[in-house]
């Protein structure tokens, strides 16, 4: 028997709520649950003002109704599954070193910052900064997986170190920007600046998309590491066709700022 909490009262102002994680609720009966603390605004609270709580945690926690106002849900979570029967607030998933988050719904801004390991999902859209490092530090993500099978918006991957961020729909502007390491893969179009003060790493596009001039064209080859990533997302239900995982790609070499290490692939239709 999974976990369930229902929302019954919509938060006012943002919801603090990163203790929703399955390995803090192990051991804890629903009346527990209901009493563990929240930050609601500059206020306090509890999961209980907000929430239903029904079941019993084995490792899966089903959440339900809109959550868009609640934040830092998965917080530091090294196992188990969280599953989001809606919209979601910012900074999901943050520091997260395993386990599974599914989101059936939209996600707000700060997908996965500082993650490590494990998957996020996102069946919708999303917004800013999607697995990127948060302002003044040097490194994003350091690995794991981020799928989004809808748009985002920008600086998707921001200093990301390891991992694979993949994007169903469009990207904006920045995706990518001061990467250390790491793949990106974009199915719909990529936004404008992609790459710059990129150290290494690999953007992919579907899409023919505005190269900066610090970028210097390289090739056209067939890359094999590109068919057991693209194989990999087409089996998770990302629209991804035969032509994309055999076809060639276009190879660009940048950013020249930082010696030209990375590279964005564009598929050559």
């Not at 919209?87 to 490590?116: F, K, Q, R, Y």
């Not at 800013?128 to 918006?153: C, F, P």
């Not at 169903?168 to 990529?190: K, P, Q, Y």
Request: proline residues 3%; negative net charge; aromatic residues 6%.
């Amino acid at each position: 028997m999974s976990l369930n909490l229902t929302l019954h009262t919509l938060p006012e102002v943002p919801l603090e709520a990163e203790l929703i994680s399955p390995e803090r609720f192990i051991g804890l009966s629903e009346s527990a649950i209901s009493a563990v603390k929240v930050q609601h605004g500059n206020q306090p609270a509890t999961v209980g003002d907000f929430f239903k709580v029904q079941g019993k945690n084995n490792g899966t926690i089903h959440l339900e109704g809109d959550l868009s106002r609640i934040k830092h849900i998965g917080s530091g979570m090294s196992s188990g599954r969280i599953t989001i029967h809606g919209n979601v607030g910012a900074h999901l998933g943050v520091g997260m070193s395993g386990g599974e988050i599914i989101v059936e719904g939209n996600a707000g801004d700060w997908v996965g910052p500082e993650m490590s390991g494990g998957r996020i999902t996102i069946n919708g859209d999303a917004g800013h900064l999607v697995g990127s490092a948060y302002r003044g530090s040097t490194t994003g993500i350091l690995g794991g997986e981020i799928i989004i099978h809808g748009n985002v918006k920008n600086e998707t991957g921001h200093a990301m170190r390891n991992g694979l961020i993949v994007i169903g729909g469009n990207s904006g502007d920045f995706t990518g920007v001061n990467m250390l390491a790491g793949t990106i893969i974009v199915l719909g179009e990529l936004g404008i600046r992609s790459g710059a003060g990129m150290k290494r790493g690999t953007i992919i596009s579907m899409h023919d998309a505005e190269i900066l001039p610090t970028f210097t064209y390289s090739c056209v080859y067939h890359p094999t590491f590109t068919r057991m990533l693209l194989q990999q997302i087409k089996e998770q239900g990302l629209p991804v066709d035969e032509d994309q995982i055999e076809g060639p790609y276009h190879r660009w070499c940048g950013d020249a700022v930082e010696y030209n290490r990375g590279e964005i692939l564009i598929y050559k239709k």
